[in-house]
Each structure stands twice: as C-alpha cells, then as structure tokens.
C-alpha cells in the first residue's frame, strides 16, 4: 500500500488504532474523517502529503508528531483543515527537519512562523499572544476553540483568513492597524463576542464575517472599509448600534438581516 484513498476509512466511529506503513506516501482527503475513537496516529517518514480534513472530527486525538518528510498538509486556498473537529487536541509536534512546518508550544506554524496555521483547539488556555514574527492567520486557525477567550493580535499580522475564528469562545478582540481586510465567516458564530474594534486600516468586511455574534452589542465601522459583505452582521441579536464611515460604498443585501434589537445605524 502506498496511498490512503480519499475517505478510505471515513466514520469508522469504533476504530481506535492503525499501523501505517512505510510504503505510504499519502493520507487522502477525509482519509481518516469522523473516527471519533480513533486516539493516536503515527505518521510515518514515508508520507510526504496528508490530504484535507484527513484527521477532521476525530474527537479523540490528544497530540500528533509530522515527520520531516512530510511537505503539505490540507489546501492552500482553504486553510489546514486537517484537524479540525479534533476537540481534544491539545499538541501539534513537528520535526525539527522539515522544510515548510513547524511549532511552538505545540501550535502549528509555517517553517519560517510567518502563518499561523492551526491553535490545536483542545488546548485549555484562556488566552495567546501571537508572536511578532506573524503576518498571516491561516483559514480555521482558532476554529472550535472553546477555551480561548482572548488572543492579541501583533501588528505584524495584515490578513485574517476565512473561518480563522469561527465558533471560538472569545469575549473580545482588538486588531491592529496592521490589517487590511477581515475574511469570510472570520468571526462566524463567535457566540462569546461582546466587542470587536476596526481599524482604520481595514478596507472590506467579508461574506458572513460575523454571522451569528450573538452577544455583539455595537460596531463602528471605520471610513476606510469601502465593502460589507452579504450577511456579514446577521442575526446579531444584541447589536442595537452601527456606525458606517463614509468610505462605504457597498452594503451587500442582508448584511444586518434579522438583528431584531438594531434600532439605530448612522451612515456618514
């Protein structure tokens, strides 16, 4: 064998182990997908690709080591889906070998630590600072983090990603004047959110970027954004105020849709 085929052993629910061998060379998309019991991998040297969502929903996992050899893990235009869903991983160790992964304190990062690519979302920590040296999150870096309730942001960081926060526990967060655009669903179903401030520095909101903040009471949203995307606020159930600069020039249709408590939006 030398390949795991795509959802080769998608929500085999009792499976609790395997043996990879060493003539693997790739881990399919889902490959491993929904093995809630499944409670450890070993990855051998061989493997040089882990497919999409490969380990997705396997709520068991506690930690996992990637191999020198291995060079790409999910998608490059979706993020690092390869372990999300995995509410009890808590650890994320890379060989010290390999030329485009590694990690600090078990988080998962580029080889250079310029991406965040993934906070193992079973870590019970309240909060984390992201080091300087990082100017990107990667799509569904924090998603599913039920612990976290605060990350600092530095200002080296200019993008935030699709999904990056999505369904989280943070209370509130600040971004730096560093970034220039908030991704789709970037804050989706952050159900905790009480605040979020703009900067200045921010020219488009996505699609769904904050769809379901339920607790998000205000917003202003600075003359720098040019673009709000479809959904982007609704079903905000608290939001009562919002304030759009005057460099907005579009509202994308249902952008404050069913926020039943908004009674006042000023438009400059």
């Not at 998309?29 to 019991?37: D, H, I, L, R, T």
């Not at 990082?134 to 039920?146: K, L, M, N, P, Y």
């Not at 304030?243 to 908004?262: D, E, N, P, Q, R």
């Amino acid at each position: 064998v030398t390949s795991i085929g795509e959802s080769a052993f998608s929500r085999c629910e009792s499976l609790t182990s395997i043996a990879i061998p060493k003539s693997v060379t790739r881990t399919g998309e889902w490959a491993f997908s929904g093995c809630k019991k499944l409670n450890s991998v070993t990855i051998p040297e061989s493997v040089t690709s882990i497919g999409v969502g490969a380990f997705e929903g396997c709520t068991n996992f506690t930690s996992i080591t990637i191999p020198d050899s291995v060079t790409t893990m999910g998608g490059t235009t979706i993020g690092c889906t390869v372990f999300s869903g995995c509410s009890s991983l808590t650890n994320i160790e890379v060989s010290s070998n390999n030329k485009n992964y590694s990690s600090i304190d078990g988080i998962l990062f580029n080889k250079t630590q310029s991406l965040l690519i993934y906070y193992p979302a079973g870590k019970l920590s309240d909060n984390y600072i992201i080091p300087d040296s990082v100017t990107g999150i990667e799509s569904f870096a924090f998603r599913d983090c039920s612990s976290l309730t605060s990350v600092t942001v530095p200002d080296s960081v200019t993008g935030i990603y699709v999904y990056a926060f999505a369904y989280s526990n943070l209370t509130s967060i600040t971004l730096p004047d560093s970034v220039t655009s908030i991704g789709e669903s970037a804050f989706e179903y952050c159900h905790s959110l009480t605040s979020v401030a703009i900067p200045d520095s921010v020219t488009s909101i996505g699609y769904v970027a904050f769809y379901g903040c339920v607790s998000l009471t205000s917003v202003t949203i600075p003359d720098s954004v040019t673009s709000i995307g479809r959904y982007a606020f609704r079903s905000c159930d608290s939001l009562s105020a919002v304030t759009v600069g005057s460099g907005a020039k579009t509202i994308s249709g249902s952008a404050f849709a069913y926020c039943a408590k908004l009674y006042d939006i000023y438009i400059y």
